[in-house]
């Protein structure tokens, strides 16, 4: 949980009772938005699926999905609405959620992306992910995705590496 000087956010896993509410962000947030019903199943029905979502007093501002298989998370989406945007509120979904995966066993993550979306791959990169190859017209209008992982135990060489050169 979450308190600014102008709001009170409260970072949560969503349950059932959120759909309704994460179907509208996914719809202020993406050309061809996931449906009520993808997350409807997603959420109450796939085991592999953990989901976090952003809330004000009043209302879901976002979320973000991934499925855990044995010992790889995989990001299914991510999206803040647009009133809400630039104001830190992906990083703290997006942190809580890497916690839940690891509590699931994830030790590495992965996601695509549009190559357009400048924004979320600044944001993927900040949090360690690194582009390591490209899908071919992966999206519905033809666009390309960036395949982008993220390795827990490079973070660690990374972090020693930092440690070496400070001592
Ligand atoms: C991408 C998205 C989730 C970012 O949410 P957000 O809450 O605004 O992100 P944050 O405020 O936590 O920003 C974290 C980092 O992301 C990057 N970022 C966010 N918005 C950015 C922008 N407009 N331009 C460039 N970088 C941006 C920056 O690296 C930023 O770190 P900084 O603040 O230290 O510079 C949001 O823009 C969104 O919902 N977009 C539409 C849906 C989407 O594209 N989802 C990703 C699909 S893979």
Redo the contacts with the bound molecule.
């Keep these: 949980m979450t308190f600014t000087a102008k709001h009170w956010i409260k970072i949560r896993r969503a349950t059932g009772d959120d759909v309704d509410a994460i179907t509208e962000v996914e719809k202020r947030?993406?050309p061809k938005p996931w449906s009520r019903e993808d997350f409807e199943k997603d959420i109450c029905d796939n085991i592999l699926a953990t989901y976090v979502l952003a809330e004000t007093r009043k209302e879901v501002i976002?979320y973000a999905g991934i499925w855990v298989v044995i010992d790889e998370g995989h990001i299914t989406?991510?999206?803040?609405h647009p009133d809400?945007?630039?104001?830190?509120?992906?990083?703290?979904i997006i942190l809580s959620m890497l916690d839940a995966a690891r509590e699931k066993g994830a030790t590495r993550f992965t996601?695509?992306?549009?190559t357009s979306?400048?924004?979320?791959i600044?944001?993927y990169?900040?949090f360690g992910f690194r582009a390591v190859g490209i899908r071919k017209k992966y999206y519905e209008n033809g666009e390309d995705a960036a395949i982008m992982w993220k390795y827990d135990e490079n973070d660690k060489l990374l972090t020693s590496e930092k440690d070496a050169e400070t001592r």
Excluded: C, H, Y
């Design positions: 947030s993406f976002g989406n991510v999206a803040v809400w945007r630039d104001q830190g509120i992906a990083t703290m996601l695509e992306v549009r979306n400048a924004p979320a600044a944001l990169e900040k």
